[in-house]
């Protein structure tokens, strides 16, 4: 299983959220609504979730492996640096 795409949308507001990812893995699935969120140890990837009745967060979609979970997250930086390096003035 390979991540094929990823794509980047700007942050709808300025806040710890610095863009907003979907991923398409072996060109036949997509999963949108990931975050690269500005952490207190640098950035990482949130999974998609929504909100509960009792107002806790749970993921919608996510990795069962380490590895997987690394992969995804080394693409959706990878891209995210990249964006940052060829367009420094781009909101992301």
């Not at 690269?36 to 492996?65: Q, W």
Request: charged share 30%.
């Amino acid at each position: 299983m390979k991540i094929t795409k990823v794509r980047l949308n700007p942050p709808t507001s300025s806040g710890k959220v610095k863009a907003y990812a979907d991923i398409t893995i072996d060109d036949c699935f997509v999963v949108n609504g990931l975050r690269v969120i500005d952490g207190r140890n640098g950035l990482f990837v949130a999974m998609p979730s929504r909100k509960r009745d009792d107002g806790t967060y749970a993921d919608i979609a996510h990795p069962i492996t380490a590895d997987f979970r690394r992969e995804l997250m080394d693409a959706v930086l990878e891209a995210y640096n990249h964006m940052e390096e060829t367009a420094p003035d781009a909101p992301f």
